[in-house]
């Protein structure tokens, strides 16, 4: 088992930065792919990047490509995503969530998710 919790979001204004931490209760969390996904209000959640185990292989939705950063320090435990240029379209509650190695197509661990608010 492997908890989540998510920090780091807040209320911005438009064109601002900020970065989201997701640090886990287990070091084999090290060996977990770890995504970021956000739903807002009225909509489906989404996919909003992700990272492999290792941090060499990263993924981002076409939304938040050139904009968002996903980055992992292992020995710390912690998965990080860094938005900057944000905009309202990107206020969310931003949920992080991690595949064990057993399962790595299953997101099957998830945080309890941090708000992100962009005003304009």
């Known amino acids: 088992q492997v908890q989540l919790v998510e920090s780091g979001g807040g209320l911005v204004q438009a064109g601002a930065s900020l970065r989201l931490s997701c640090a886990a209760s287990r070091r084999t969390f090290s060996s977990y792919a770890t995504g970021w996904f956000r739903q807002a209000p009225g909509k489906e959640r989404e996919f909003v990047a992700a990272i492999s185990w290792s941090g060499g292989s990263t993924y981002y939705a076409d939304s938040v490509k050139g904009r968002f950063t996903i980055s992992r320090d292992n020995p710390k435990n912690t998965v990080y995503l860094q938005m900057n240029s944000l905009k309202p379209e990107d206020t969310a509650v931003y949920y992080c969530?991690?595949?064990?190695?057993?399962?790595?197509?299953?997101?099957?661990?998830w945080g309890q998710g941090t708000q992100v608010t962009v005003s304009s």
């Open positions: 969530a991690a595949a064990s190695p057993s399962h790595p197509n299953e997101y099957a661990y």
